[in-house]
């Protein structure tokens, strides 16, 4: 059977390709899966079979979150009056209710997280946590794009070391042949819950299965001073040596990095991943996002867990960044607009193996796409700032209306196709009563 093919007209038509082309106004025409056109104006009826026109809208890539956690969405809001960045506010917050969930709790609560990435004009994730494969179930069934990344926690423990990496292998298998869906190892920190027996197996599933870390790292000076101590040299250099750098790495929060190290990452696929509102919230500096890509290192752009960020929405985040990166290099010309955007889509892609599939606009790639309703409030005036300056700076994701994944619709007019949002927030009610009822009885 042929299918079909839908064109898609829009006031501007923003592709996020290398040359950042710009179309307005633009189309984009989709057949299947894929796009089969990009370009300016209306193309001639036969090139398509059906017509949507949307000349209040703004077409682009949908945005790329590379540093998620979506099951703690079950407590987003009760970590205040502590740092989630210290162990000792970990500890006594997160660690606590982390002891009292459950693999069910994962499944109630990652809809809400979904629903609203995809409300806000994520099309793409990366996550990182335990019961990876609940969180499987909900994002196939939501139709996002995702890695998830299977997070091991070892903690000193043979015993823990050999069951997470059994885990591990069963939900690389698990993914295997999955159209969206790809499975990458979370250790969750180097050196400081990941010993380097484990660091080794690890390395090795990673070749096996053809897939990358995503940690977390230098969000202080821990991994730092363990390699210090023990190795007589710094956390990168020790990473070199153990053939870690050789594997793509999403490296979150990446702050406490020296020049010399930013210097050694840029030949290496290491990919740090800010994550702005969290970093600030907790009290702590920006990562050197203007010294490493002065040094040709990508940095991508994430929320973390929204237990204290406390939003999924990519476009809030990418202000934020950008504000951050300005004010913390005194540099009103640290980065653009338009770079902050590519953080968050052609940049993200790339770092995680999908540059050929999304992150652009562009012909052959997958039909990941996003609109944007120019009605909405703080756009304008249009004729005299550019469509970047307005993304990052002027509206939130609440301007999203619509949005696809491989082709497949999965919000309309703000309405979600995929997900009953009321019926996930009310699963997600329901996980955290239980928690609250768990931590009580404790008391
Ligand atoms: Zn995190």
């Not at 998620?68 to 606590?96: A, I, K, Q, W």
């Not at 070391?161 to 990458?184: N, P, S, V, Y």
């Not at 007589?232 to 190290?261: F, V, W």
């Amino acid at each position: 059977m042929k299918e079909e093919r839908l064109c898609i007209t829009a006031r501007a038509v923003v592709t996020m390709d290398d040359a950042y082309h710009l179309y307005e106004p633009g189309y984009v025409i989709v057949c299947g899966d894929v796009i089969k056109a990009v370009g300016s104006n209306k193309p001639a009826s036969t090139e398509y079979d059906t017509l949507m026109e949307m000349p209040d809208h703004l077409l682009m890539p949908g945005l790329i979150n590379a540093h998620t956690h979506t099951p703690m969405v079950l407590t987003r809001g009760m970590c205040e009056g502590v740092s989630l960045f210290t162990m000792d506010g970990f500890l006594n917050t997160l660690r606590r209710y982390e002891a009292k969930a459950d693999a069910d709790m994962a499944s109630l609560t990652t809809g809400v997280s979904c629903a609203e990435m995809i409300r806000t004009g994520t099309t793409c994730f990366v996550d990182q946590y335990f019961y990876a494969d609940r969180i499987y179930d909900v994002v196939d069934r939501a139709g996002l794009r995702a890695v998830i990344a299977y997070g091991i926690v070892e903690l000193g423990s043979e015993e823990a070391r050999k069951r997470e990496l059994g885990f591990a292998t069963q939900f690389l298998e698990q993914c295997k042949g999955h159209k969206l869906i790809k499975a990458w190892i979370g250790p969750h920190a180097f050196f400081v819950d990941n010993s380097e027996e484990l660091i080794a197996e690890e390395i090795r599933l990673a070749k096996q299965y053809d897939a990358g870390f995503h940690i977390h790292f230098a969000t202080s000076n821990e991994e730092n001073d363990y390699c210090s101590e023990h190795y007589g040299c710094t956390a990168i250099e020790k990473m070199k040596e153990l053939g870690i750098l050789e594997i793509p790495i999403l490296a979150a929060h990446s702050i406490t990095i020296s020049d010399e190290d930013i210097k050694k990452m840029a030949d290496y696929p290491f990919y740090p991943v800010m994550a702005p509102s969290a970093a600030m919230r907790s009290g702590f500096a920006a990562a050197p996002v203007k010294e490493m890509r002065a040094a040709g290192v990508h940095v991508l752009l994430g929320t973390d867990n929204v237990c204290n960020s406390n939003s999924y929405d990519l476009f809030r985040e990418m202000a934020t960044a950008g504000k951050l990166i300005i004010h913390t290099s005194h540099d009103v010309n640290a980065i653009e607009p338009k770079e902050i955007v590519r953080m968050a889509t052609l940049e993200a892609a790339n770092a995680i193996g999908l540059g050929d599939k999304t992150g652009s606009l562009e012909v052959g790639k997958q039909a990941d796409l996003i609109a944007l309703d120019l009605k909405d409030i703080g756009w304008g005036p249009f004729a005299g700032q550019d469509w970047y300056t307005q993304l990052v700076y002027s509206v939130s994701g609440h301007s999203v209306t619509h949005s696809m994944v491989g082709g497949a619709w999965l919000m309309k007019d703000s309405e979600l196709l995929t997900l009953d949002y009321a019926k996930e927030v009310d699963r997600l009610e329901q996980a955290n009563k239980e928690l609250l009822r768990r931590l009580a009885a404790d008391n």
